[in-house]
Nanobody, 124 residues
């Protein structure tokens, strides 16, 4: 069993930056692929970024490519999402998720564990 706790959300002006963190419990964290998703009010949850167990492979949604960076520190059981050049349309509840097979997915179905989310609000 893996528990995920997100932090780092907040209110920021357009053009600003935030770094989200997702702390994981469990000794098998380093074998899991990790992903970030987001859900804005009235919209479906959407993929943001994913990273392989080693950190050697990453994958991004087109909407965040070049602005967001996903990374992980397996020694700290933590995955990060650095968000730069934020836009009002990035406003959402951001979730991290863990996938036991170690595969990168841009859909939420294959992910096995989810956090409770951290709110990001970008003002114009």
């Amino acid at each position: 069993q893996v528990q995920l706790v997100e932090s780092g959300g907040g209110l920021v002006q357009a053009g600003g930056s935030l770094r989200l963190s997702c702390a994981a419990s469990g000794r098998t964290f380093s074998s899991y692929a990790m992903g970030w998703f987001r859900q804005a009010p009235g919209k479906e949850r959407e993929f943001v970024a994913a990273i392989s167990w080693s950190g050697g492979s990453t994958y991004y949604a087109d909407s965040v490519k070049g602005r967001f960076t996903i990374s992980r520190d397996n020694a700290k059981n933590t995955v990060y999402l650095q968000m730069n050049s934020l836009k009002p349309e990035d406003t959402a509840l951001y979730y991290c998720a863990a996938e036991r097979q170690g595969r990168l997915w841009e859909v939420d179905g294959p992910y096995d564990y989810w956090g409770q989310g951290t709110q990001v609000t970008v003002s114009s």
